[in-house]
């Protein structure tokens, strides 16, 4: 994962802005996907993060990885994000214009297992999701209780009961 | 599959995402613009119109104070009311105070904590605005000396003083019992429920229940 200094916020915040959102857009398609369950709600999350993304800018510290920094605007965003149920008024209109267009077809040869995987990770609780998705990054233990606040051993317990929901899920 | 089957496949998913995502450049340009309208401005934008709001009022009775000064009854009621005013008025700059504190790339937790300091401030600025029930007459006063420069206390019999005195006290009890309950943790009650929500908003509720899964341990 890249790290950018601060040094490198000299070049003006526009550009910046547009180089992380580029290089890193993933990790928003990815929570999004995993905190919304339809797309209209996911087009308002992405914007809201996108928001906040713009907005904390100015506050980076570079002591923090771009992507940790990222994770961590996006994760506060989406759980504390208020999700209007929009799937019945917008139920026979198409979102024309989307600022993230990703189709999942792309990956047809694990198409299914992903849509699974997506399926899982929706059905845990707000918490549960942050922590297996910054597990899912590859980030250790330590990381994952310092970007929640929690210690070691409450992030080691929630990996072990998210194992265990898994294991009930496949039998 | 299992959690380090699951981890592989979403590396090579992050991979593809990479490479095949496509972001609306032009699109990103004018929400960029519109990062005003994020939910945490309009939030401080609204608080900062009432406290505009709050501030008039402020203003407006006092200029009635100092304008009608003397031991009248409109006179006290005008500045019973404006103390309320204030409240208002230092609860909602207290509330932007508080906005603008929030930090979106600090942990999961604290952020949560100082969405929740939002919530709950509002609640309880709610809870001093309410206090003003019990002395509704001040309102009617006032209100009358307004718009029919009318004092009416000085016209009530000493029955009616006693009457509206009296309904005062029920209110008063009924006031204090309620800000007694609203509190998070009695949200059961249909009534409570409604009311806290109401004031506080659903977010406060989610969000204390996100506190709470952030700490359970066991299952």
């Known amino acids: ?38 797309e209209f709600d996911r087009e308002d999350l992405t914007q809201e993060i996108l928001a906040q993304i713009w907005r904390s800018l100015d506050t980076y510290n570079d002591a923090f990885k771009i992507t940790t920094w990222m994770y961590r605007v996006a994760l506060n ?24 267009s990703y189709d999942m077809n792309q990956e047809a040869e694990n198409k299914q297992s992903l849509i699974k995987l997506y399926e899982f990770i929706s059905e845990l609780n707000d918490i549960d999701k942050a ?19 929690i210690t070691v051993s409450n992030v080691s317990t929630k990996i072990g009961r998210i194992k265990e929901k898994l294991k009930q899920k496949a039998a | ?46 608080r900062s119109l009432e406290s505009f709001l709050f501030f008039v009022i402020v203003f407006s009775l006092w200029k009635y104070i100092v304008s009608s000064w003397g031991l009248t009854a409109p006179v006290v009621s005008a500045f019973i009311l404006n103390i309320f005013a204030i409240i208002g008025l230092a609860g909602n700059i207290g509330q932007i105070a508080l906005l603008s504190k929030i930090d979106f790339s600090k942990s999961v937790k604290e952020t949560m904590i100082d969405l929740i300091a939002v919530r ?50 029920v209110f008063g009890g009924l006031v204090v019992y309620l800000i007694k309950k609203l509190k998070p943790e009695n949200r059961d009650n249909k009534l409570i429920g409604w009311l806290f929500n109401e004031v506080s908003g659903e977010r406060l509720t989610r969000l204390l229940d996100e506190v709470d899964n952030l700490e359970t341990v066991s299952a």
């Open chain 1, 1 to 38: 994962m890249q790290i950018l200094q601060k040094s490198e916020m000299n070049v003006d915040k526009h550009g910046l802005y547009l180089e992380i959102i580029e290089k890193h857009k993933g990790i928003i398609f990815k929570i999004t996907r995993s905190y919304c369950k339809n």
């Open chain 1, 77 to 100: 965003v989406a759980i504390s994000f208020y999700r209007k149920d929009k799937s019945v008024s917008h139920k026979h209109t198409e979102i024309d214009d989307k600022l993230l």
């Open chain 1, 131 to 149: 922590v297996l998705l910054m597990y899912l990054e590859g980030e250790n233990q330590s990381e994952i209780a310092a970007n929640l606040n």
């Open chain 2, 1 to 46: 599959m299992n959690l380090e089957q699951m981890q592989s496949m979403w590396q090579d998913h992050s991979e593809k995402l990479d490479e095949c995502m496509s972001v609306n450049k032009s699109l990103l340009e004018e929400k960029k613009i519109e990062s005003k309208k994020s939910e945490l401005n309009k939030l401080i934008v609204a």
């Open chain 2, 120 to 169: 709950s401030h509002n609640l309880n600025v709610f809870k001093l605005i309410i206090l003003s029930i019990p002395l509704y007459m001040a309102y009617v006063f006032l209100g009358y000396e307004i718009v029919f420069d009318v004092d009416l206390f000085s016209l009530m019999s000493e029955e009616t003083k006693i009457a509206f005195a009296s309904i005062s006290l």
